[in-house]
Nanobody
Framework: QVQLVESGGGLVQVGGSLRLSCVAS????????MGWYRQVPGNQRVLVAR???????NYADSVKGRFTISRDLAKNTVYLQMNSLKPEDTAVYYC?????????WGQGTQVTVSS
């Protein structure tokens, strides 16, 4: 089992920045990728950014150039730096980890961008 704990969400004004953190614990050996997803009420959870074990990244088109995913392997932590935030970025953000084809999720952290 992999446990994921997110932090860093909150309320920010349009154009502001936030950094989300996700700490992984438990059976972390074998994690092949970690990522951030977001979900708004009534909609499906969608990929925001993902980073593979090898360090390659991919982003949703809507956040390219504004968000950056990174990691600190020594701290078992993945980050999502979010800049130039827009109201449409408002959502619950979930950290995910893929390990041997199983997906694990954090509890989510709310990000609200006010105009």
């Amino acid at each position: 089992q992999v446990q994921l704990v997110e932090s860093g969400g909150g309320l920010v004004q349009v154009g502001g920045s936030l950094r989300l953190s996700c700490v992984a614990s438990g059976s972390i050996f074998g994690i092949s990728a970690m990522g951030w997803y977001r979900q708004v009420p009534g909609n499906q959870r969608v990929l925001v950014a993902r980073i593979s074990y090898g360090g390659s990244t991919n982003y949703a088109d809507s956040v390219k150039g504004r968000f950056t995913i990174s990691r600190d392997l020594a701290k078992n932590t993945v980050y999502l730096q979010m800049n130039s935030l827009k109201p449409e970025d408002t959502a619950v953000y979930y950290c995910s980890a893929n390990r041997y084809s199983a997906d694990y999720w954090g509890q989510g952290t709310q990000v609200t961008v006010s105009s």
